[in-house]
């Protein structure tokens, strides 16, 4: 006769205990085992600052449990682009691990949140391509709501806690028990002997049980907001509900959902036919009001600029009007945001003309094209007025990301023209989409802090002043263009670069692994390699002047750069490499 441990059932008990468990169940229990998985490894990775290859790996295994819980419906579940979002996210994910600009960093964190939420959102049965700009938004929004909100049905909905067996639970329960309390003692015995024995073990367990409890805490509730979010955003893919636009309006439908009733419903042909509210819409003759008015005030704007886009910085000069300063601050940014807002007003008028009319259609097509070409016209005002700028102050990183913008921007509308005004307004949503992420990635490819750079030295080349000080706040991305391009600028400049970016880049970026970033760690390799070059130069030149007043002391003044240079002393970058050389 066969005796059955604690640890062990019949195949009959276990087989009729996991048949009482649903599959919705299984998979929630899944989810959850998941989400804490993610949570403690979060807790390890995201805790390391700045952000850094410890992104791209969290978002890694995030990306593994939402394969593996997805399965066999993987294939389906991802048809219609999911695959995509999926490879996008991790591409922005690994611009963490790349560039160092702050700039680049949100837009890549933008990026992978747009990315992830789209690739748990299905529209259309899947296809995302063909969604509309109402339903990304809706799906992008029911993404973000799921990550903070899922959990509770998670846990108190989809995890019938009731369908567990208990009794398998108990038993293992108080074998582990029992195990522990055969332990402890001997345990405590052996690490009393190691403590005695050696002081670096005794540190250790110093470090173990004396525990910092505000650190535990923070440990403990970064894990579980990181599980919590895991878990909502898993759950959301798995069990919830995507978002529909019938009639007009915005409906909620559960995942699977098919068009054929499963049962047969009664017959209410004979029942009053309830009317349903008609979408608010309006005809052509106030969209036709109101884009024309909007066509005649583009018009005398740019019948205004006419002599300013043929005149350029000559005539804004002898023009007796603003100064070139103020022409440029109160004009750039201002023609931005009306070419931001001309988008949205567009798709709005758009979506509410009433399309019983071919002809109506027609002009306002007619009116629509009209306004996106004079905004073109504005557009190209508006470049053409920051490239004046530049032209006399510099690049900075808001002129430069602005003018990106207006790229942006000028795809979109292209594609506009392209997709709305030609009757295929679905398709124009994942293109404006598709733009925005391939100009971030242009972006990142480009380096911007390392153009910045490279545009500034060639300001300063032609005559015009370098400002080291903008130049050396930059990220790390611009450092190997600053070290390239440092023999083309003065010798005070040389000075104010080497010494900060010494003191800044000179040391090994971070010794933490998780925050490892490309561009830190080659700003730092390339200043520790060119540390006998910038060493010199780093150090302020300090003259000493008979009778001469405190200020021609300073380390930076005029005077006691030409004394130095009188003196025969290496003040520059270019005066240090023939000093090597001889």
């Avoid at 066509?295 to 009007?321: C, D, E, I, K």
């Avoid at 530049?390 to 900075?396: D, H, I, K, N, R």
């Avoid at 990301?401 to 392209?418: P, Q």
């Avoid at 100009?439 to 490819?445: F, M, N, R, S, T």
Wanted: proline share 4%.
């Amino acid at each position: 006769m066969r005796i059955v441990s604690g640890m062990e059932r019949p195949c009959s008990v276990l087989s009729l205990e996991e048949k009482k468990m649903t599959e919705k169940t299984k998979s929630g229990l899944k989810v959850l085992e998941a989400s804490l998985l993610l949570g403690v490894l979060g807790d390890g990775l995201l805790r390391a600052t700045p952000g850094g290859l410890n992104i791209l790996l969290w978002t890694g295994a995030l990306v593994i449990a939402l394969v593996v819980l997805l399965g066999r419906r993987r294939r389906v579940a991802l048809a219609g682009g999911g695959h995509w979002m999926l490879i996008s996210a991790l591409l922005f994910a690994a611009a963490f691990a790349w560039r160092d600009s702050e700039t680049l960093n949100l837009l890549a964190g933008s990026g992978l949140l747009v990315t992830l939420a789209l690739m748990a959102w299905r529209a259309r049965m899947g296809r995302i391509w063909l969604a509309g700009l109402t339903e990304y938004a809706l799906g992008i929004l029911t993404a973000g709501v799921n990550s903070f909100v899922a959990g509770f049905p998670l846990l108190l909905k989809d995890v019938k806690w009731k369908e567990i067996p208990g009794a398998g639970w108990s038993r293992q329960v108080k074998a582990i028990l029992r195990g522990v309390l055969i332990a402890v003692p001997l345990v405590i015995l052996f690490g009393g002997l190691f403590v005695a024995a050696d002081a670096g073990f005794e540190r250790l367990v110093n470090r173990i049980f004396f525990l910092d409890f505000e650190t535990v805490f923070g440990h403990v509730l970064l894990a579980f907001a990181l599980a919590w979010i895991a878990g909502g955003f898993l759950r959301g893919l798995l069990f919830g509900r995507e978002v529909k636009i019938r009639d007009g309006r915005a409906e909620f439908v559960a995942l699977n959902q098919t068009s054929i009733p499963l049962t047969k419903t009664a017959d209410t042909s004979a029942l009053p036919e309830l009317q349903k509210p008609e979408p608010v819409s309006l005809g052509i003759v106030e969209i036709g009001i109101t884009l024309g008015l909007l066509n005649l005030l583009f018009l005398a704007f740019v019948a205004l600029q006419l002599p300013y886009f043929f005149g350029g910085a000559g005539f804004v000069q002898v023009s007796g009007g603003p100064t070139f300063s103020e022409y440029y601050r109160r004009g750039f940014f201002e023609l931005v945001t009306v070419a931001a807002l001309v988008l949205p007003i567009l798709l709005v008028a758009h979506w509410l003309l009433r399309k019983e009319n071919p002809k109506h259609e027609r002009i306002f097509r007619l009116l629509a094209g009209t306004q996106v070409a004079l905004l073109f016209v504005i557009m190209t005002s508006a470049v053409r007025r920051m490239l004046l700028y530049q032209s006399e102050y510099g690049l900075t990183e808001l002129r430069l990301y602005t003018t990106a913008f207006m790229f942006w921007l000028a795809l979109v509308f292209v594609w506009f023209v392209a997709t709305a005004l030609r009757g295929r307004r679905d398709q124009f949503a994942c293109g404006a989409l598709v733009a925005g992420l391939l100009v971030i990635a242009a972006l990142h490819v480009i380096n911007p802090d390392a153009f910045i750079v490279r545009v500034n030295v060639r300001h300063a080349q032609a005559g015009r002043g370098f400002d080291a000080g903008y130049a050396t706040s930059l990220s790390a991305d611009a450092v190997p263009a600053l070290i390239e391009n440092l023999p083309f600028l003065s010798g005070a400049d040389q000075r104010i670069i080497a010494r900060r970016i010494t003191n800044r880049w000179s040391q090994p970026a971070s010794g933490d692994w998780r925050s490892w970033n490309w561009s830190r760690a080659r700003a730092s390799g390339i200043v520790m390699e060119r540390a006998e070059e910038l060493s010199p130069l780093s150090i302020p030149e300090v003259v000493e002047v008979k009778d001469a007043p405190q200020e021609a002391l300073s380390p930076i003044s005029e005077k006691s750069v030409s004394a130095a240079d009188s003196a025969g002393k290496p003040t520059s970058f270019k005066q240090m490499r023939k000093v090597r050389k001889h």
